[in-house]
């Protein structure tokens, strides 16, 4: 019996070490020096990407949100995936969800507000003719800001020492 509960403490251990290591990571990225100038708003809420950066294996978004509405906006969640560049016709539009191993975002933005976000995905780039696209929606589905980010600007990542 002690040596599970023993097995178990040290697996909690570890768990959260690695934990505070991600942090560490994330606190260096959402230091690092904004080099992109991409943004998109809607109904108020604007989303700049500050920048796309390179460290300990995976590939590290760094986004800014600005609430200029009186409203709050309740977060649905940030999706990320590859798709095609231009819609093809009369054939399934293709799209490749990318998985977020580490993510720092904010549940609700409040109304005259700004929050960072961090994101730490697995490495992928995207092929000729096909773009990184960042969808942040709102809980209910009213409002939809989606970047588009082409292969060349992920290929441009910045490497964090």
Not at 141 to 154: A, E, H, I, M
Request: glycine share 8%; charged share 30%; hydrophobic share 45%.
């Amino acid at each position: 019996m002690k040596k599970v509960i023993f097995a178990v403490l040290v697996v909690f251990a570890v768990v959260k070490v690695k934990g505070q290591d991600r942090a560490a990571e994330m606190e260096k990225v959402l230091a690092a020096r904004p080099w992109m100038n991409r943004q998109v708003t809607s109904g108020g809420i604007r989303l700049e990407m500050r920048g796309i950066y390179v460290d300990s294996g995976l590939l590290w978004i760094s986004l800014r949100a600005v609430n200029g509405a009186a409203i709050d906006f309740r977060s649905g969640g940030m999706r990320f995936s590859i798709r095609y560049r231009h819609g093809m016709r009369r054939r399934a539009e293709q799209e490749t969800r990318l998985v977020c191993v580490v993510r720092r975002e904010p549940a609700i933005l409040r109304s005259d507000s700004t929050e960072a976000l961090c994101y730490g995905l697995a490495p992928r780039v995207p092929g000729k003719s096909r773009q990184l696209v960042v969808q942040w929606v709102e809980r209910n589905g009213d409002r939809r800001l989606v970047l588009r980010v082409s292969g060349k600007n992920v290929l441009q990542a910045k490497r964090l020492e």
